[in-house]
């Protein structure tokens, strides 16, 4: 079974750092994988899908990085701001069954202190 | 585009009540939806698949008889938390994929359920 760890479970950062979150999975047979921002007593919003055959996807101040064979995924906020406080959710997709189970790691929650 | 709304966004019940949670697709037509459970400060776990016009696949030690799931329609679907205890109390999200769409699954605002 696919299992998913992020590192750290809690960052805070002064406004305008630049950040790295990191996430792991342990089955490197994955469909795709996909970052998520979850705000306190809210849903999910997609910030960035990567196919598995992709390295990295970009959405303005957003990095995501994928690298199967280590299992890793790495997500850069570029000039960080107190708007980007939020958790972040890291999920990786099953292969077999496409992208109808979702894996979703513990999360990082971030803060971004003005 | 792609709006998932979940109906109520928190609702407060006494054990042993049951409690209805809908997932409605705004703007296309879901021909999958997703139900997961989110317990605090762990990670969002799938519950179960729904297909519409079929019954739903549930995950390994869900309950199909306490959790039921309905997808009568290509933009409605419902948990149903029967004879609730304080235990299921958790955040419950749904998410739906159309197949047009690519495999996005796309979430909604989610349900805080509080079991008394």
């Known amino acids: 079974k696919q299992e998913v760890t992020q590192i750290p479970a809690a960052l805070s950062v002064p406004e305008g750092e630049n950040l790295v979150l990191n996430c792991s999975f342990t089955d490197s047979a994955i469909y795709n994988l996909q970052w998520f921002r979850q705000d306190p007593g809210k849903g999910l919003t997609s910030l960035l899908l990567i196919q598995s055959s992709q390295r990295e996807q970009t959405s303005g101040r957003l990095n995501a990085s994928l690298d199967k064979s280590s299992g890793r995924s790495t997500l850069y906020i570029a000039a960080s701001q107190p708007g980007d406080s939020a958790t972040y959710l890291c999920a990786a997709s099953a292969h077999q069954t496409g992208a109808n189970n979702l894996f979703f790691g513990t999360g990082t929650r971030l803060t971004v202190i003005p | 585009g792609a709006v998932v709304s979940q109906h109520p966004s928190w609702v407060i019940c006494k054990s042993g009540t049951s409690v209805k949670i809908e997932c409605r697709s705004l703007?296309?037509?879901?021909?999958?939806m997703f139900w997961y459970r989110q317990f605090p400060k762990q990670s969002l776990m799938l519950m179960a698949t729904s297909n519409e016009g079929s019954k739903a696949t549930y995950e390994q030690g869900v309950e199909k008889d306490k959790f039921l799931i309905n997808h009568a329609s290509l933009t409605l679907s419902t948990l149903t938390v029967t004879s609730a205890h304080p235990e299921d109390s958790s955040f419950y999200i749904c998410?739906?994929?159309?197949?047009?769409?690519?495999?996005?699954?796309?979430f909604g605002p989610g349900t805080r359920l509080l079991v008394l």
């Open positions: 703007d296309f037509q879901a021909t999958t």
């Open positions: 998410s739906a994929r159309d197949r047009g769409l690519g495999e996005t699954q796309y």
